[in-house]
């Protein structure tokens, strides 16, 4: 079974620097997805960034980025230039490739950004 | 474009009733998928729904169901409700499979 670990509870960060979160995850499988997801206090899940296994270059998506270390099951999300809307909680997650649309979460980082 | 939308937003429930949450999905969109969040276990996967079939199940006893109508729109019941089923439960829309989850604001429950 497929099994993802956010290490990181909380973090914290200042306004306008730069802010690295932590998601290690254990899978047989050689094709999958691996996103980063934001939850606000509305609740409401918002995608930041998807990766797929099969690419080697890291995906970017303006202030955010990911280091994917496909050997060492490795995904870190790298939040530049913190700004305040981006204090929130953040879950790693993966999906297999295979013909499912199911997620798996890790335990989630709560990120606070101080101004 | 609509989101997607779980009804109701709030719900407060006694031990031993049944409960029915509904999500519709993004129009479009044929995969629905179900969420239970606490803050003991986390995002816990439910079900999964494609075009009326239940593709995926995850592990939680049988008082949990779920089904989706033609329309793409789902509903989850939980029966014989007991007070570990306080939670938040998120419903995700997809349009196929492997494409971007859109979610829901959730429904917050409430067993006393």
């Known amino acids: 079974a497929q099994t993802v670990t956010q290490s990181q509870p909380e973090m914290s960060v200042q306004e306008a620097e730069t802010v690295t979160l932590s998601c290690t995850y254990d899978?047989?499988?050689?094709?999958?997805?691996l996103f980063w997801y934001k939850q606000p206090p509305s609740r409401q899940m918002i995608l930041v960034i998807r990766q797929e296994a099969y690419k080697q270059q890291n995906a970017t998506e303006n202030r955010f980025s990911v280091n994917f270390q496909k050997a060492a099951k490795s995904f870190s999300l790298k939040i530049s230039d913190s700004q305040l809307g981006d204090a929130a909680m953040y879950f790693c997650?993966?999906?297999?490739?295979?013909?499912?649309?199911?997620?798996?979460f890790g335990t989630g980082t709560l990120l606070a950004v101080q101004p | 474009k609509a989101g997607v939308t779980q009804t109701p937003r709030y719900l407060i429930k006694t031990r031993g009733q049944q409960v029915t949450l509904s999500c519709s999905p993004i129009?479009?969109?044929?995969?629905v998928s179900w969420y239970q969040q606490t803050p003991g276990q986390g995002l816990q996967f439910l079900f999964e729904?494609?075009?009326?079939?239940?593709?995926n199940k995850g592990n939680f006893p049988g008082r949990f169901s779920g089904r989706q109508f033609s329309n793409s729109r789902s509903e989850m019941n939980v029966s014989t409700l007991e007070l570990g089923d306080s939670a938040l439960y998120l419903c995700a829309s997809e349009q196929g499979v492997g494409t971007e989850a859109f979610f829901g604001q959730g429904t917050r429950l409430t067993v006393v």
């Open positions: 129009s479009g969109h044929r995969s």
């Open positions: 899978t047989s499988e050689s094709d999958y997805y």
């Open positions: 729904y494609f075009s009326e079939t239940q593709r």
């Open positions: 997650a993966y999906r297999s490739a295979m013909a499912t649309n199911k997620l798996i």
